[in-house]
């Protein structure tokens, strides 16, 4: 689908931590994609794969054209940028497949193709639709995946392709919440990760409407990323327009940022039920991501941004935080979009089913909205959310305050997902030993470890988080759900890309002067404000942190670019803190603590 070319310088960095900058240097290792030249850069060392690493079955043609009867029209599931997709069944198993055959562009060199096999053939999970068989004779190039029925989310959401109703709202954060955990697995699992580069509805497919399991397709045609080896790869953009990162688009710069990118492409086609690009549509409003920018900024139209399918049927807070997540994706800087680690945490939460009963969305019927014609407002209403929350204002907005200077300090040298969950188990008492520790040595360091990725520092959240939760008397029916389950603030992804943000760029943009002037706004405003020191172009990250959101629209009001995004994604959360409800919701560190 749209795929279109183009070239560009590509930056050759180097960097002990690619991953956890998501700044990795592409490999390619595409086989549709390959050209010669960088075949040869590659050099038979850099070969990650070979045929007796290949963890995937070897088919021969023939058997692949027995299974698709010839590869029959009857059998095309699709046709892509890469080729064609039929189902078939093997036969000697039974299994059923999806059989891709690859168009004939730089798929000849077999070993160039075994190589990549070999890698995508380690690459396993739910969340992603795996790779179980090839076939390399001859020419013929074919990659044999599970065959997986379902919808893609284009389908499912967009298209109007199934007599299925809309997607309510939590199933819209499931979906979401899998297809992160798919990418998290490409990103943070993978050796050497990989990057998806062309990810978007069409390359989600959904399970059952039961589960609705979100799993990544296509992955297998991105280019494979392992550090240094291409350097000197020419760029070329393979992904497609709507979802493409701006840096992408711009010189072909490839890292794990521009897929967190077009994830928040998704996730936002999901709140809003509309395309990332929609030739139907007036120009203003034809690409999402430009019509939603102007939005992120004033958070009393997020309502208005949700699909008018949902008939408002969603928590408000939880799409606050929704489209926070999605504008701290679609932020301009790479380097301060989220890690996909950190989005897999937020949207965890926010697809947990609270227990009393989520009112149905509409179904479009003659009568029913048009896409995005303002709905009429009626308020979402549950005892979970409004009186529950509200009563326990008082508990919690004292504890809140906590929780943002816990969050503040507690921004450290991150982890490694393992180590992640190891220390999510970590008591209470020896987060707090990690805290002080944590905050002395971010203190030095600036709030970035030496591999340079800053992170949350679980542990001492959690126990934060739980200590709360423990005292507060009354807390709804979802909190109390939530408990015993580890919690992080929605803030701290906000935080840490603001830091990330502010370190990397931000300090060179932004004036003292205005950040003085925000600072002590916010802080004589709600008397809360969390000290700014960590970085004097923090001042967003320190502001929107603390416990109030009155005032900060004109705090922030010069402020330019991508800057304004990462504000607008904390005027979201913000205004989560509508009436006497905490500013931001904690979120779970993993729904299946709580399943
Ligand atoms: N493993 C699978 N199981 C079931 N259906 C599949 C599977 N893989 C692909 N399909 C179907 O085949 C169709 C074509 O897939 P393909 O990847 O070729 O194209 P695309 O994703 O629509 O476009 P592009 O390749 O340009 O991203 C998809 O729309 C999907 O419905």
């Given at each position: ?7 560009g310088?590509?930056?050759n960095?180097q960097?002990n931590?690619?991953r956890?900058h998501g ?6 290792v595409t ?11 590659r050099g038979?060392?850099?070969m ?6 290949i963890?995937?079955?070897?088919f ?7 299974a698709?009867k ?6 095309l599931?699709g046709?892509?940028?890469f080729?064609r997709v039929y189902?078939g069944?093997?036969?000697a198993t039974g ?9 004939r ?7 160039d193709f075994?190589?990549e096999?070999a890698l995508?053939?380690?690459?396993h999970?739910d ?7 090839y076939?390399?004779?001859g020419?013929q ?9 379902a ?14 109703p809309p997607?309510n709202w ?17 990103h943070?699992?993978a050796?050497?990760?990989?990057i998806?580069r062309?990810?978007?509805a069409v ?8 589960d609705l399991?979100a799993?990544?397709y ?7 990323c392992?550090?240094d080896?291409?350097?000197n790869?020419?760029p070329?953009v393979m ?7 701006p840096e ?11 897929d967190?990118?077009s ?15 929609d ?9 999402l ?13 997020y309502?208005?941004m ?7 049927h969603f928590?408000?807070k939880?799409?606050n935080q ?14 301060a ?6 989005v897999v ?5 926010l697809?947990?089913?609270p227990?009393?009963p ?7 019927t003659?009568?029913?909205v048009s896409r995005?014609?303002?709905?009429t ?5 549950s ?5 529950s929350?509200?009563?326990t204002?008082?508990d919690?907005?004292t504890?809140h ?6 969050a503040?300090?507690?921004v450290?040298a991150?982890e490694?997902p393992q180590k992640?969950a190891?220390?999510k188990?970590?008591?209470r ?6 805290r002080n520790e944590t905050?002395s040595?971010?203190?030095?360091e600036g709030?970035a470890?030496?591999s340079g990725?800053?992170s ?6 959690v ?6 939760s423990n005292s507060s ?8 759900s939530?408990?015993s389950?580890?919690?992080i603030s929605?803030?701290e992804?906000?935080?840490?890309c603001s830091?990330?943000s ?7 943009k ?7 002037k925000?600072s ?10 969390n000290?700014?020191?960590?970085s004097?172009?923090?001042?967003y990250t320190?502001?929107s942190?603390s416990s109030?959101s009155?005032g900060s ?7 330019k670019?991508?800057?304004?995004t ?5 005027l979201?959360m913000?205004s ?11 979120i ?5 603590d709580r399943?």
């Open positions: 689908m749209n795929c279109f070319p183009c070239c310088p590509q930056k960095k960097s931590s690619k956890e700044t990795t240097t592409p490999m390619e086989s549709a994609a390959k050209t010669p030249d960088m075949k040869k850069q038979d060392e850099q990650q794969g070979d045929a007796t690493n963890n995937a079955q070897n021969t043609f023939r058997e692949l054209a027995t698709t010839n590869f029959r029209q009857e059998c599931l046709e892509g940028g080729g189902k069944v093997i036969p299994q059923a497949v999806a059989v891709k055959q690859l168009d562009h730089g798929t000849e060199n077999s070993k075994l190589s096999v995508l053939s380690h690459v999970h969340n992603l639709v795996n790779l179980i068989g076939c390399a004779d020419e190039r074919l990659l044999v995946y599970e065959y997986y029925p919808y893609t989310l284009e389908d499912r959401l967009l298209g109007n392709k199934t007599d299925e997607l939590f199933e819209r954060m499931k979906v979401a919440a899998g297809a992160s955990k798919g990418l998290e697995y490409l943070d699992n050796n050497p990760p990989v998806f062309d990810l978007k390359n989600v497919l959904l399970g059952t409407e039961a399991n799993k990544l296509d992955f297998g045609l991105a280019k494979l392992g550090g080896k291409m350097n790869a020419p070329r992904g497609t327009y709507g979802y493409c990162a992408y688009t711009r010189t072909g710069q490839v890292s794990l940022k521009s967190v990118y994830f928040g492409v998704i996730l936002l086609e999901l709140i809003t039920g509309r395309r990332a690009v030739t139907t549509k007036p120009n203003e409003e034809q690409n991501v430009s019509w939603a920018q102007p939005l992120f900024r004033d958070p009393k139209k309502p208005d949700a699909d008018p399918l949902l008939n408002k928590p408000e939880d799409l929704a489209v926070a997540i999605a504008a701290m994706c679609l932020q301009e800087e790479p380097e979009r989220p890690l996909i680690g950190d945490t937020a949207l965890s939460f697809s947990t089913t227990t009393e989520i009112p149905p969305p509409s179904l479009p003659a009568t029913s995005h014609s303002t709905a407002e009626s308020e979402y209403e005892e979970s959310e409004s009186e929350e509200g009563e204002s008082d919690e907005g504890d305050e906590e929780d943002n200077k816990t503040q300090n507690h450290a991150s490694k992640r190891t220390s188990k970590s008591s008492k020896s987060s707090t030993k990690s905050t040595k971010d203190s030095a709030g470890s030496s990725k800053t949350i520092k679980w542990q001492s959240f126990g934060n988080l739980s200590q709360k008397k009354k807390s709804s029916t979802r909190e109390k939530q408990k389950s580890k919690k929605i803030k992804l906000s935080q840490k830091r990330k502010s370190t990397k760029d931000l300090s060179h932004s004036s003292r002067k205005s950040s003085a925000v002590s706004r916010m802080q004589s405003e709600d008397g809360s404000m000290s700014s020191h960590r004097g172009s923090s001042q320190s502001s942190m109030s009155r629209g004109s705090a922030h009001s010069d402020v670019g991508s800057r304004r990462g504000e607008s994604m904390r979201a913000e989560g803190d509508e009436g006497s409800n905490p500013p931001f919701d904690r779970s560190s993993s729904d299946s399943r």
